[in-house]
């Protein structure tokens, strides 16, 4: 069974949404108007409802991913699980090799962050395997899995794409471990909250859930993703819609741009993700690179806590250790000033001072330092107080 939008398993789908607004479950909040959805009634609370939907299932993503399987798993459906990129190349050789795979086409290969992230153009390049139109096989990103039913959700990744899920004998999807909903009720919600970039709804969304004329093959990968579900303050984060919303606004990437990230991801969310995904080494700094302004939460659809998941990993690092002797002289100093209110209330002058002499010549070299306002703290505090 596959389905497009308008057809049979849509309607399923409305029915199902029906069902679901009878029982208080799911999204429930869709106007129907002659059979089609048109809006919710309340975007934000439903986003809100759509958050605590996927935090469940990041809570129980074991589960959920064991049930996603064996409710997707069938004849012509063989799951791969890939911890790496070595995995998932491993597996595609042998697939290659028993299919006689000598083309591929690969959609937005450039626009996909998975196959940005997996570096799929160069293995296709080292194995000969050629890109075209026409190619033997299909490779999708799967932009979600649908536990309760064991299906996949696709946007549309590209024209045509998808009226060949069930003309072509072979298919491979690519998705990663923290990509699924419990509920598939939400997958209209879902589709409008990530498709920011594109225009919303303008996307065209297909469930795939078999086709018995293809064999298909579907790439579940890690790539570190455990190490951050390992982290109860961070987990949160692999909600992340990946909409792109927040990268819009950040002065940090607005400033830097995104080349000192020298990854496919990069922005706000990076900024927790990255040391985990990466290294810790080659990316702890970048956990420092937030000013903690606040604007990407405020544009977040899901509303994720970045400013706490950033100050916890500030604070993760610093109790393990991994923040260098001077840095942690330089946090413990501020820690003892910020709370102390006399030495906030200094005059401007002893600030400026005290500021010269906590940065080291280096910083100043190629950095001004701050000025002061000749308010002290408490004054500013005042206004600021007056002004609500
Ligand atoms: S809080 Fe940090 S990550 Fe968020 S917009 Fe501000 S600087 Fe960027
Ligand atoms: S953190 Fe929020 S705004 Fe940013 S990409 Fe993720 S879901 Fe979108």
Redesign the pocket.
């Given at each position: 069974m596959y389905g497009l939008m308008n057809n049979e398993y849509y309607t399923n789908f409305l029915e199902i949404s029906e069902k679901a607004i009878k029982k208080n479950e799911g999204p429930g909040l869709f106007k129907t108007s002659q059979g089609k959805p048109s809006q919710f009634l309340d975007m934000e609370e439903t986003a809100g409802r759509f958050r605590t939907m996927l935090q469940r299932t990041i809570e129980n993503l074991d589960e959920e991913l064991a049930r996603f399987e064996k409710n997707f798993s069938n004849k012509n459906n063989a799951v791969f699980w890939a911890s790496d990129y070595q995995d998932v190349f491993a597996s595609l050789k042998k697939i290659f090799k028993s299919q006689k795979v000598r083309s591929v086409r690969l959609p937005n290969v450039n626009a996909s962050t998975i196959f940005r992230e997996l570096g799929i153009k160069y293995f296709l390049r080292e194995e000969k395997i050629e890109l075209r139109e026409d190619g033997d096989v299909q490779f999708f990103v799967a932009d979600m899995m649908l536990a309760d039913i064991g299906a996949l959700l696709l946007l549309n990744q590209s024209n045509n794409s998808f009226s060949r899920l069930t003309n072509d004998k072979t298919n491979i999807f690519f998705t990663t471990i923290d990509r699924i909903m419990c509920n598939s009720n939400w997958a209209e919600v879902y589709q409008q909250l990530a498709t920011y970039r594109s225009g919303g709804n303008q996307q065209e969304m297909v469930f795939f859930k078999s086709a018995s004329n293809c064999n298909n093959y579907l790439f579940i990968i890690d790539n570190q993703r455990t190490q951050l579900l390992n982290n109860k303050e961070l987990r949160q984060s692999l909600t992340c819609l990946q909409c792109g919303r927040?990268q819009d606004?950040?002065?940090?990437?607005q400033t830097i741009g995104e080349e000192p990230y020298n990854n496919v991801f990069t922005?706000?969310i990076a900024?927790i993700t990255l040391p985990y995904l990466e290294s810790m080494e080659s990316y702890k700094h970048i956990i420092y690179?937030?000013?903690?302004?606040?604007?990407?939460?405020e544009v977040c659809p899901i509303s994720l806590p970045?400013?706490d998941m950033?100050v916890d990993s500030r604070h993760i690092l610093f109790v393990n250790g991994e923040v260098e002797k001077k840095e942690r002289h330089l946090l413990a100093t501020q820690r003892k000033v910020l709370l102390s209110r006399s030495k906030m209330n200094a005059s401007k002058f002893v600030k400026n001072v005290m500021m010269g002499k906590y940065f080291t010549s280096e910083f100043k070299k190629t950095r001004r330092l701050p000025a002061f306002n000749t308010d002290t703290f408490n004054k500013m505090y005042q206004k600021f107080k007056n002004s609500q």
């Open positions: 927040c606004v950040c002065p940090v990437l922005g706000p900024h690179a937030c000013l903690l302004c606040g604007r990407c939460e970045i400013r950033i």
